[in-house]
């Protein structure tokens, strides 16, 4: 099983901050992706990317952006956060057909 | 166009009774079918895959799912259910394209009852 880490686990903040939601994983997957997730709801996918350099708007419409650089890393980064993007986000990773889960960020933004 | 369907939102069961979520999918071509739990404020867990040959399969946690192409199910089912299965399942469908995308029901929340 893939091993994929989400950092910070939660996080509150002002309106009209920025912030990074930091996610890595191990297994040397390319591909990774970033769900939108509110409490007890359905996933919506946000964000998506097929290897280094690679990075695809998923679904949902988000105001957040992605970057690949390196293989095993995958941040998501909201330039301005706002009330409306309080949400949990959970990243995911893929080496074959099955994905991975990280284990969230649940963003607070007052 | 894929979609999957969880047709119960809620389900609540007792201690040590048997257990069956449906799940219905909507796929061009072979499916490959994925049973995922969520605990509170945690991400997803893989319970099962089916990608081919036995229909029958068997995941963690003593939980098994039955594909049925001609009723397009992928039912999840445990015999003897533990306080600890309350959680958020999710069923999931992708198949072999390049992004191993795939398309989430929309989810069935399990409560236990003692």
């Known amino acids: 099983e893939a091993d994929i880490y989400q950092t910070p686990r939660y996080l509150v903040i002002g309106t009209g901050k920025k912030i990074t939601l930091e996610c890595s994983q191990t297994?040397?997957?390319?591909?990774m992706y970033w769900y939108q997730q509110d409490p007890g709801m359905e996933l919506h996918l946000i964000h998506y990317?097929?290897?280094?350099?690679?990075?695809e708007k998923g679904d949902l419409s988000s105001e957040s952006t992605v970057s690949r650089i390196r293989t095993e890393h995958f941040p998501l980064t909201l330039e301005s956060a706002r009330p409306s993007h309080t949400s949990q986000y959970l990243c995911a990773s893929s080496g074959f057909h099955e994905q991975y889960f990280g284990p969230g960020t649940r963003l607070t933004v007052t | 166009a894929q979609s999957v369907t969880q047709p119960d939102i809620h389900i609540t069961v007792s201690e040590g009774a048997s257990l069956e979520l449906r799940c219905n999918y909507s796929?061009?071509?072979?499916?490959?079918l994925f049973w995922y739990v969520q605990s509170p404020g945690q991400g997803l867990q893989l319970l099962l895959k089916?990608?081919?040959?036995?229909?029958l399969v068997q995941g963690i946690k003593g939980f098994e799912a039955e594909f049925k192409r001609s009723q397009s199910s992928f039912n999840l089912r445990k015999p003897s259910v533990h306080w600890s299965d309350a959680a958020e399942y999710f069923c999931a469908v992708g198949g072999n394209n390049a992004g191993n995308m795939l398309t989430f029901g929309g989810g069935t929340r399990l409560m236990v009852k003692p």
């Open positions: 089916y990608f081919s040959g036995d229909t």
């Open positions: 796929y061009g071509a072979t499916p490959y």
């Open positions: 990317s097929y290897g280094v350099n690679s990075t």
């Open positions: 297994m040397g997957h390319d591909k």
